[in-house]
């Protein structure tokens, strides 16, 4: 066996299988490869890129499907817990801690620490991090964001449960967030500017 070939198609392969791509027939799966450097090429390039991008279209939405159904399960589980209280729009939240202070408006602007993870735990976001809370208006963050803001008190400190259409819906957010990706959050409202934006 030769040992760099054999690395090359288990690089190929797990870089495909990450995508969610499957292999029907591995002899014209070789046999497209050995043809690129034989350039013997059998399909016109229209024909073959016809092919890919519906099987790309056909991948990615059986993924986002299958993300959408597992962040539902997720939702329906946790709404099922005795200290999570779940809103109309179907954000939920459990209150750690209360604060004593004024909740903010929209129009306001606040400073939080905040983790965010996805809710297999791997962390996507984190002033905590940082080691620096974030200031923002409350209205120019994600639905999930403005509408719990709202509801803490200043010294107030929340875990968050954001359904995906709260957050960043099937289009996702960069290379974490993936489309309909539910979102976590521990919140902490440490100060709210009462001065309008």
């Keep these: 066996m030769n ?14 299988k990450q995508q969610g791509f499957t292999i029907e027939d591995f002899d014209a799966f070789t046999d497209g ?19 890919l991008n519906d099987e790309y279209v056909r991948v990615q939405t059986d993924v986002v499907e299958a ?18 209280t779940v809103t109309d729009s179907g ?16 129009e306001q602007t606040v400073t939080v620490h905040y983790h ?7 962390v996507f976001d984190s002033s905590i991090d ?8 409350v209205n120019g963050v994600i639905g ?17 449960f954001i359904p995906s259409e709260l957050a960043y819906g099937a289009q996702g957010a960069g290379g974490d967030i993936g489309p309909n990706q539910e979102l976590l959050f ?5 100060f709210c500017h009462f001065f309008n934006i």
């Design 3 to 16: 040992k760099l070939s054999y690395s090359l198609g288990v690089n190929i392969g797990e870089g495909m």
């Design 33 to 51: 490869l050995r043809d690129v450097y034989q350039k013997s090429i059998k399909i016109q390039p229209e024909e073959m890129n016809q092919i």
């Design 67 to 84: 993300k959408k159904e597992e962040g539902d399960k997720f939702l329906i589980e946790n709404a099922k817990r005795a200290e999570v």
């Design 91 to 106: 954000l939920q939240y459990e209150v750690l801690e209360e604060g004593k202070g004024e909740k903010p408006t929209a």
């Design 116 to 122: 965010g993870t996805l809710p297999n735990g791997k």
């Design 130 to 137: 940082r080691g620096q809370p974030a200031s923002f208006p």
């Design 144 to 160: 999930g964001w403005v509408e719990a803001l709202q509801l803490m008190n200043t010294g107030s400190k929340y875990r968050l």
């Design 186 to 190: 521990i919140k902490w409202l440490f």
